[in-house]
């Protein structure tokens, strides 16, 4: 299984603001891989808060080493990974977590929570995609229409995104009752 250890990178942006945010630094054939995408994307999404970036460094280094027990990715470089992974590979993620719980019968992480987890990937690969790098994640987008009697309300809500990710390609666990 990979070694992927997160660290803060603490410097002065571009603007001149101080930021802050988890970096993942893979343990490859006796080398540290900085992962540039996933770091790229923790840069832009994270920087504004540290909890944030944790959890989401977390979630995205518990995904790669996941990847990398994979047959299909035994020959692949960890700083490869981001344009080999699929939906069906975010499937099989969840799938393995739900197993892992329910084979050491803990109450957690529930089904919900694997499917947030799960979200929290995708939204990075959408990043990536908009951002002109290359993977082989499809999202595809839906488009939310407010439904509120208020007008003021809703010409709030139409100033801002109407479109969000449709997550329901990677849907694989059951809806709890």
């Known amino acids: 299984m990979l070694d992927i250890s997160r660290e803060v990178i603490s410097y002065v942006d571009h603007l001149g603001k101080d930021a802050s945010h988890y970096i993942l630094i893979a343990e490859e054939a006796g080398q540290r891989v900085l992962l540039s995408h996933p770091n790229v994307y923790l840069s832009k999404t994270t920087g504004a808060s540290i909890k944030t970036s944790m959890r989401y460094s977390g979630l995205v280094a518990m995904f790669y080493r ?101 997550s329901s390609s990677i849907r694989v666990l059951d809806k709890e009752r």
């Open 66 to 166: 996941f990847l990398s027990g994979q047959e299909k990715y035994r020959k692949i470089s960890v700083s490869q990974y981001h344009s080999i992974v699929d939906n069906d590979d975010i499937k099989r993620w969840q799938v393995a977590r739900q197993q892992a719980r329910l084979a050491t019968v803990s109450a957690g992480p529930t089904s919900h929570t694997i499917f947030e987890d799960a979200k929290v990937v995708l939204n990075m690969f959408h990043w990536l995609n908009r951002n002109s790098y290359v993977t082989n994640v499809n999202v595809s987008l839906k488009t939310w229409v407010a439904n509120f009697k208020s007008d003021d309300m809703l010409h709030y809500l139409q100033s801002h995104e109407t479109e969000k990710i449709d």
